[in-house]
Antibody, heavy 119, light 109 residues
Framework: EVQLVQSGAEVKKPGESLKISCKGS????????IGWVRQMPGKGLEWMGI????????RYSPSFQGQVTISADKSISTAYLQWSSLKASDTAMYYC????????????WGQGTMVTVSS | QSVLTQPPSVSGAPGQRVTISCTGS?????????VHWYQQLPGTAPKLLIY???NRPSGVPDRFSGSKSGTSASLAITGLQAEDEADYYC?????????FGGGTKLTVL
């Protein structure tokens, strides 16, 4: 079965760092892009950025460039989303999703990781 | 403000037909990029509903259909059922980035 499994919910304080993960299985991890999507409470989907684990080619939305870092470790079929200094406004659900080509649909989604940033 | 514009909400009675529009521009939908649709049931991750403007993944009922014309696309749902109550999002491509619509909440009356 093709699936993306994300790491568990996190509760952090402002200023702390965080790295969440997305592990792919059931397919060739290096042959698909992995994108990250933010959903703030009660709001819509926002595309953050994407990585191609095969060669680590990474693209960011201008809205998230410099705010987060996307990476991948193809040896363990896992993509990551990380923050160096969290803000309360980073509180959201974060989804990873698989995409064959950049204009394609996201055909497989992770279950989501809820990140709560509060003092 | 989303690059793709959707109505915030639509509603319909069971058995009726509803449509959800997704309006873009010459840099995304109008440039020939495909439109994809997702269904997000309450408390769950989005699920691919329509890809490549009008194609249904395996398992998606044929009550769901998609179309595209010019700088816009539409999702149609016929034979509305209570279980269709969800948020629906369109997605396309613009300036080397994926973009989502703001989402439409479908209420089944």
């Amino acid at each position: 079965e093709v699936q993306l499994v994300q790491s568990g919910a996190e509760v952090k304080k402002p200023g702390e760092s965080l790295k969440i993960s997305c592990k792919g299985s059931g397919y060739s991890f290096t042959s698909y892009w992995i994108g990250w999507v933010r959903q703030m409470p009660g709001k819509g989907l926002e595309w953050m950025g994407i990585i191609y684990p095969g060669d680590s080619d990474t693209r960011y939305s201008p809205s998230f460039q410099g705010q987060v870092t996307i990476s991948a470790d193809k040896s363990i079929s896992t993509a990551y989303l990380q923050w160096s200094s969290l803000k309360a406004s980073d509180t959201a659900m974060y989804y990873c999703a698989r995409q064959k080509w950049l204009p394609d649909a996201f055909d497989i989604w992770g279950q989501g990781t809820m990140v709560t940033v509060s003092s | 403000q989303s690059v793709l514009t959707q109505p915030p909400s639509v509603s319909g009675a069971p058995g009726q037909r509803v449509t959800i529009s997704c309006t873009g521009s010459s840099s995304n939908i109008g440039a020939g990029y495909d439109v994809h649709w997702y269904q997000q049931l309450p408390g769950t991750a989005p699920k691919l509903l329509i890809y490549g403007n009008s194609n249904r993944p395996s398992g998606v009922p044929d009550r769901f259909s998609g179309s595209k014309s010019g700088t816009s696309a539409s999702l149609a749902i016929t034979g509305l059922q209570a279980e269709d109550e969800a948020d629906y999002y369109c997605q396309s491509y613009d300036s080397s980035l994926s973009v989502f619509g703001g989402g439409t909440k479908l209420t089944v009356l």
